[in-house]
């Protein structure tokens, strides 16, 4: 297992004992809940088999790479839109909203292929030559965008009730600045405790379907899976969705270069160069294609969990590897789903503030850091475009851009202009990789 450096502030698990441990492990994986199975509930997939695959496709990432990134892989918001389109067409086409979605599940999984190409060149090129294309000035922004993009979820959550909002948030806070002991390594999961437990008082939580929800169920059906699309195959259908969803793993690729980037710059260890880029794009990809298959979303690196890394200052892989595990025993009990998915949005929302804006943060940190020169007018156009287009198409009115049969997210389009202005506008294409700990890899 991973030895983790020993800093001042920064704790091993593994030195805390089993009854911290194990509430550092429930902390991410609510830290990861109420976005994960909030795609499965806005796009008719299945929560249980979300959480299941959630938490497989976290241990096969960990696999991968070698044990050593504290990652946690939960559902990707990037495929919505394609999802979307094509359940809306599948309909129209007379299929059931169900079949539908297992049609774009083969999407997903030609789109979690596309991982294994990306990983294919940077081991054949090396990583030096490929992030020469992906410098700070580029992923800094990126960054920056996916904290501000879900922000917006986070403050539409808290408008419905701004008192355990403020509790939930103020919760986190206090903990965490003021907190000793295991209070401080825990504000995520006091945050949510606190607010919970006051919306209940308040009587702000209706338990009814609780008692209808059973105790023990598997967390998905065969009609769910891929295998209902070779019942009666659409050839045409099929091939449509796949050209449709496909694409969509350019922006994922890069959220998921960024987000190594901000793991990285988080715990102070450099992992695209080990365990290796190459590594982390496979396991996101494996992940992602192995969950399409059995009906749950495409998976994702999560920032969420980032953020909890960097309040916690504890980075243990295997903290993460046991909210995993938490989260595929949870998979099979549809009452525990349910009591979780009770938790007012009020309260994921007031968590969710601290989170999204920590990953917007390490953004900025990125560029401080590699002293990016925003004096130059070329560098100022590529990262204003990043910014700009990333939240502009997201919350403008159709939430995403379609050309022709294809539709790109607001992150989509940005990664694009943003890799693609750097590489042709005047000057300096790229900078040095440098570690993150301020040395040149050579």
């Known amino acids: 297992m991973n030895q983790i450096e020993e800093k001042e502030g920064i704790f091993d698990a593994r030195q805390l004992g089993i009854p911290k441990f194990t509430i550092l492990g429930v902390q991410h994986l609510f830290a990861m809940f109420g976005a994960t199975v909030l795609v499965p509930v806005l796009t008719g997939l299945s929560v249980s088999s979300t959480l299941l695959f959630a938490g497989i496709g976290t241990l096969v990432f960990h696999a991968i790479s070698k044990f050593q990134v504290p990652a946690f892989l939960g559902s990707s918001f990037a495929f919505l839109g394609g999802y979307m389109s094509v359940k809306a067409l599948g309909v129209e086409q007379g299929m059931t909203e169900t079949l539908a979605l297992d049609y774009a599940c083969i999407g997903v999984f030609f789109a979690g292929l596309c991982y294994f190409v990306m990983a294919a060149l940077i081991k054949s090129f090396g990583i030096e030559r490929m992030l020469h294309f992906f410098p700070p000035l ?4 990126m960054i920056i965008a996916i904290g501000l993009v879900l922000s917006g979820s ?13 509790v939930a948030l103020t919760t986190v806070i206090v903990a965490s600045v003021c907190g000793k002991g295991i209070i401080k390594i825990v504000p995520i999961l006091l945050g949510v405790v606190v607010s919970y437990a006051l919306a209940v008082a308040l009587g702000e939580v209706d338990f009814t379907p609780l008692g209808e929800a ?6 998905f059906s065969k009609d769910q899976t891929v295998l209902a699309v070779f019942e009666n195959l659409d050839t ?21 270069i960024g987000d190594m980037c901000a793991i990285s710059s988080t715990v102070g260890r450099d992992f695209l160069k080990e365990p290796g880029l190459h590594r982390t794009l496979m396991g996101d990809g494996m992940a992602t294609a192995f969950a ?14 980032t953020g909890v890394l960097n309040l916690t200052k504890v980075f243990d892989p295997a903290v993460i590897r046991l909210a995993a595990l938490f989260a595929i025993l949870l998979s099979f009990c549809p009452k525990f789903a349910c009591l979780i998915s009770l938790m007012p949005a009020a309260t994921i929302g007031g968590v969710s503030l601290i989170l999204y804006g920590m990953i917007s943060a390490v953004g900025v940190r990125n560029l401080i850091e590699d002293s990016v020169d925003f004096n130059s007018s070329r560098n100022v156009f590529v990262a204003a475009l990043i910014l700009v287009v990333a939240i502009g198409v997201k919350y403008g009115a159709n939430d995403d851009v379609a050309i022709g049969p294809l539709h790109f997210s607001g992150l989509a389009l940005s990664a694009i202009i943003g890799v693609g202005m750097n590489a042709v506008l005047p000057g300096k294409l790229g900078m040095k990789i440098k570690s993150v700990h301020g040395k040149e890899n050579k």
């Open 138 to 141: 580029v992923t800094g922004p």
């Open 292 to 305: 399409s298959l059995f009906g749950a979303p495409a998976n994702t690196t999560y920032g969420e969990n």
């Open 236 to 256: 045409t259908f099929l091939i449509s969705t796949i050209i449709a969803i496909m694409p969509i793993a350019i922006a994922t690729i890069m959220e998921h």
């Open 214 to 219: 059973d105790w023990v169920g598997l967390p």
């Open 154 to 166: 986070a403050i539409q959550n808290c408008t419905t009730n701004w008192l355990l909002a403020i």
